[in-house]
């Protein structure tokens, strides 16, 4: 069974171009989370997904970003106009349907902005 | 989600037992404890979780104390592998997001 996968694993961008995150959960969860890691600081949470639907989006900031998760296919966690405030390492995990808590991370996709 | 309290820091000799303290006197009746760990900048591990009584696993055993404002995570025979940031959450059962704190970063020395 394979684990949670991010694709990129790194990715260079410059200043004002666009970001695009992929996560595929691990087989048989529909549920998706997204954290951020700044340099030297710790992990914070951005957003929840289920299938189609956002569940909780406190932690995403207000304009640029954006997250999807759709019926088909990888959640999406979309960075438009990039600034070099944004350079961070980007981490997706995944839950189990209801009745199992733990949350199973991906190894993380580190976005460096030029 | 109540807050929590660790040491910023701990070593342990290779092979000795790991305890990792955890405080959270603000713990409600319906908050689980969970225990993370971050291996140098890879995505967080999952290790362990319970609600009042003492949990074990492969990787640890979760200790918590009987009024559950304490825990403790038990790593048996510490290896230079498990050199980390461990992290202690608590928060409610399923669906909810995690709120990292600084964690303890503890080092596994030969």
């Known amino acids: 069974n394979a684990g949670v996968m991010q694709n990129p694993r790194h990715l260079v961008r410059r200043r004002g171009q666009e970001a695009r995150l992929r996560c595929s959960p691990m087989?048989?969860?529909?549920?998706v989370y997204w954290y951020r890691q700044l340099p030297e600081e710790g992990l914070k949470f951005m957003v929840y997904l289920q299938k189609e639907n956002i569940i909780d989006e406190s932690g995403m900031p207000k304009e640029r970003f954006s997250a999807e998760f759709p019926k088909e296919g990888p959640s999406i966690l979309r960075i438009q106009q990039v600034v070099r405030g944004d350079s961070a390492a980007y981490f997706c995990?995944?839950?189990?349907?209801?009745?199992?808590?733990?949350?199973?991370f991906g190894p993380g996709t580190r976005l460096t902005v030029l | 989600d109540a807050k929590t309290t660790q040491p910023p820091s701990m070593d342990c000799a290779e092979g000795r037992a790991a305890n990792l303290p955890c405080n959270h006197s603000t713990i409600s009746g319906n908050e689980y404890v969970y225990w993370y760990r971050q291996i140098h900048s890879q995505g967080p591990q999952y290790i362990i979780h319970g609600l009042k009584n003492n949990e074990t696993n492969e990787m640890a055993s979760l200790i918590i104390t009987e009024d559950r404002k304490s825990s403790t995570l038990i790593l048996p025979h510490a290896t230079l592998r498990d050199t980390a940031v461990y992290y202690c959450?608590?928060?409610?059962?399923?669906?909810?997001?995690?709120?990292f704190g600084a964690g303890t970063i503890l080092r596994v020395k030969s």
């Open positions: 087989k048989g969860h529909s549920h």
């Open positions: 995990a995944s839950s189990p349907p209801e009745g199992r808590y733990e949350q199973f």
């Open positions: 959450i608590v928060r409610v059962g399923y669906g909810n997001k995690l709120v």
